[in-house]
């Protein structure tokens, strides 16, 4: 066990106040802590600690050796790896895709930018959940687009709930943006409450985007669903997703777009602007996950399912209320109990505890009691960081 040594504040009260206005640039700044301090933990970041499969980094290797690495791909995407995952979505979302219903994007990131744009003309109404990404928040901003929050409770564990959406969408909404599972919430549409959010989409000429990048990270009781695979729906849907999360991927950069041919081509124009195309060795890399062995994914499932229950267990043993998690790689923590906002606890854990966790009002400026926990570190790392906060805040150790 680490013996963290007193630290002086590396931070100013009226610092922290003036980064906390910024939710994206709050994190960063909390990351940028972190990296002059040392044996920090972070249970901040979103981006998977495994190790990319072997077969990923052999065909990548393999297309670099045999030079087709150095040609080009088209701006819309390798048409190979387009068909593979137009058979992925069949196969295994039931979304009725063709290879012409696909871009593939440098990432997500890349993806939700495009999209935003695409679809927003400046004024149009976006109905958004909160808390949220905030990333979508500045692609939102810089469309011209109207943001309106639909709010998710604690007591639904953050789950969107269809009389919300009803409730808010008026004759002004024009894209409903669904995230399942959540970031910052691990929270889930369950396929009930979907089916009436689509019901309600259709009815008020809803244009959806479903982000589905954490698709793969479900436990139970979640169940996850594609709403684009449900009837009358795939015509009104963008679809999310990559390859980041599901194969341990982030820093090869590949995502993708799912959708109605005609607005592929829109994108596929805004992309030739933006970054021209995707990285062609990358993009192999992403084929060779889509047609090569998925029997890892079960084990991958297995190691973030047990440092979830090491987490959440921890936590709830430590006093802290947490939201069910039932996706992706987090858990939502009201630390109400500390008697601290969560800004000046996270600061606090990293300060005095060396551990790196991201306040609730980086993902929405009213989640001041709030703090994301991922749990993308080993069970060991895990275990430390939980009696690092025990001692910054003089509670028995788990």
Known sequence: MSNIPPSQPILTADQLRQAAADETRLRYLLMDLANRLPDVISLGQGDPDLDT????????????????????????????LR??????????????????????????????????????????????????????DQAIQQAGGKVVFLPTMPEHDFELQPQVVAESATAHAKVLLLITPGNPTASIISPTNLRAIANIARERGLIVISDEIYEKHIYPPGEHLSIASLSGMFERTVTINGFSKSYAMTGWRVGYVAAPSEFIRVLTTLKRSVSRRTTTVSQYAALAALNGPQDFLEGYHAIYSRRRAILLNGLRQLGFYCAEPLGAFFIFVNAAATGMPALELCYRLLNEGHVLIFPGDSFGEKWTDWLR??????????????????????RKEV
Do not use: W
Request: net charge negative; with cysteine; aromatic share 4%.
């Open 373 to 394: 926990v991922s749990y993308l570190q080993d069970e060991s790392a895990l275990q430390e960081a939980l009696a690092r906060i025990a001692r910054v805040l003089k």
């Open 53 to 80: 499969p072997p077969h990923v980094i052999a065909a990548a290797q393999d297309a670099i050796r045999n030079g087709r690495a150095d040609i080009p791909a088209p701006p819309e995407g390798l048409p190979e």
């Open 83 to 136: 068909e593979a995952i137009a058979c992925k979505l069949q196969r295994d979302n039931h979304i009725p895709a063709e290879a012409d219903n696909l871009l593939v994007t440098n990432g997500s990131q890349e993806a939700l930018y495009l999209v935003v744009q695409g679809l927003l003309d400046p004024g149009d109404e976006i109905l958004v959940p909160d808390p949220r990404y905030s990333g979508y």
